[in-house]
C-alpha cells in the first residue's frame, strides 16, 4: 500500500468536515427553531468573518420579502412584523432573529425568511423556507449541532483516521 495514502484520505476527510471549499466566501447559515415555552420562531443566523473595515456587521431578516427587523440604524420595518418581532446580533458572527407568534395558533402557510448581513460594502445573504409545524424545538442537542458541524464531522471521522494511519 502507498505510505501516502492514509495521510491524503485524512487530509480529504477533515477537509470534509471543515464543510468550507478552499477561496470561497460562505454565506449565512441559518439554523431556525421553536423557543420551549412561548414556542416563538427564533432563527439564527451564523456568518463567516469579513475583512471589510467598518460599518457593520449588520443584519436584517425577511420574511417573504418584507422586512421583519434589522439592526441597521435607519431600517424601517413593516409595522406588523416589527411588533411581533426582535433582531439582535448576539455573538460578533450571529444574528438572532426572535419572531412572536399570534397566541393560540400557528400560521397555515410556508414563509421564506431571508438573513442578509451587511459587512462594510459587501452583503451576504442566505434564505430558507419554513413552516412552524415542522420547525424542531430548540434544545441543547440542537444547538450543539448548529456551531459544532465540523467538530461533530472531526469527531465522528476519527475511527477511520486512527485506522488508516495504524494499518
Not at 423557543?35 to 457593520?56: A, H, K, M, Y
Amino acid at each position: 500500500m502507498d505510505p501516502h495514502l492514509p495521510a491524503t484520505v485524512a487530509f480529504l476527510l477533515v477537509a470534509m468536515a471543515v464543510g468550507q471549499p478552499l477561496g470561497y466566501p460562505r454565506g449565512p447559515q441559518l439554523y431556525p427553531c421553536l423557543t420551549l415555552i412561548e414556542r416563538n420562531l427564533r432563527v439564527d443566523c451564523d456568518f463567516p468573518r469579513s475583512s471589510q473595515v467598518p460599518p457593520g456587521p449588520f443584519c436584517e431578516f425577511k420574511q417573504d420579502s418584507r422586512l421583519m427587523g434589522s439592526t441597521l440604524p435607519n431600517a424601517q420595518p413593516i409595522p406588523e412584523l416589527k411588533r411581533r418581532s426582535n433582531v439582535t446580533l448576539v455573538t460578533p458572527y450571529k444574528c438572532r432573529l426572535t419572531y412572536a407568534r399570534v397566541q393560540g395558533s400557528f400560521d397555515e402557510k410556508a414563509y421564506t425568511y431571508t438573513c442578509r448581513v451587511i459587512q462594510g460594502t459587501q452583503a451576504l445573504e442566505n434564505s430558507m423556507a419554513l413552516h412552524q409545524r415542522n420547525v424542531p424545538v430548540c434544545s441543547a442537542l440542537s444547538v450543539l449541532f448548529q456551531g459544532a458541524s465540523s467538530l461533530l464531522m472531526t469527531v465522528m471521522s476519527l475511527p477511520v483516521i486512527l485506522g488508516l494511519l495504524s494499518a
